[in-house]
Antibody, heavy 118, light 107 residues
Framework: QVQLQESGPGLVKPSETLSLTCSVS????????WSWIRQPPGKGLEWIGCISDSGKPNYSPSLKSRVAISVDTSMNHFSLTLRSVTAADTAVYYCARYPAGLRWLDHWGQGALVTVSS | DIQMTQSPSSLSASVGDRVTITCRAS??????LAWYQQKPGKAPNLLLYDASRLESGVPSRFSGSGSGTDYALTISSLRPEDSATYYC?????????FGAGTKVEIK
């Protein structure tokens, strides 16, 4: 059974960089696509982007100038970097897996709350 | 970007009721639609994909239908554990987009 676990700082200062890692167990990160999704408190889900099994990223146009997603196959994890954060980036950040190409998401991490505040 | 419009935004129904949530895409998405259930403090859980295919382990009271731009999620007989927020998501084109959610409450 594939399991995903987000990790990283829960508090980031405005204008600084948010960094999260998603550790994957029970399966190889070298197969499937992987994604980051976020959810501001009390709001809906927003797709941030994804990375393919070949390491090619794809980003939401609204975040493309600030975001990077990378994969480390030796550690079986993938990462999210979001630069120049503001309070609007405060959210629960989820990592998730696509079981069959860039389509639906069948396994999700538990989520990591990141608060942007000085 | 493809916009996904869900309705209603919330509903209240009794145990045993038939409940339908709709999702309209801003353009045709060729059945490239998934539905998720999210309970408070938890990650979303996949219910259906390809508009009508039930994910393994999901109760058969959940079903999906639709085509083109209009899709629906139906719960045939509402149970207390179905109290949650439901989201649709299109994967016809990038960026993948979600509906705003429908909160289902039990009367």
């Amino acid at each position: 059974q594939v399991q995903l676990q987000e990790s990283g700082p829960g508090l980031v200062k405005p204008s600084e960089t948010l960094s999260l890692t998603c550790s994957v167990s029970g399966g190889s990160i070298s197969s499937n696509y992987w994604s980051w999704i976020r959810q501001p408190p009390g709001k809906g889900l927003e797709w941030i982007g994804c990375i393919s099994d070949s390491g090619k990223p794809n980003y939401s146009p609204s975040l493309k100038s600030r975001v990077a997603i990378s994969v480390d196959t030796s550690m079986n994890h993938f990462s999210l970097t979001l630069r120049s954060v503001t309070a609007a980036d405060t959210a629960v950040y989820y990592c998730a897996r696509y079981p069959a190409g860039l389509r639906w998401l069948d396994h999700w991490g538990q989520g990591a709350l990141v608060t942007v505040s000085s | 970007d493809i916009q996904m419009t869900q309705s209603p935004s919330s509903l209240s129904a009794s145990v045993g009721d038939r409940v339908t949530i709709t999702c309209r895409a801003s353009q045709g998405i060729g059945n490239s639609l998934a539905w998720y259930q999210q309970k408070p403090g938890k990650a979303p859980n996949l219910l259906l994909y390809d508009a009508s295919r039930l994910e393994s382990g999901v109760p058969s009271r959940f079903s999906g239908s639709g085509s083109g731009t209009d899709y629906a999620l139906t719960i045939s007989s509402l149970r207390p554990e179905d109290s949650a927020t439901y989201y649709c998501q299109q994967y016809y084109s990038v960026p993948l987009t979600f509906g705003a959610g429908t909160k289902v409450e039990i009367k």
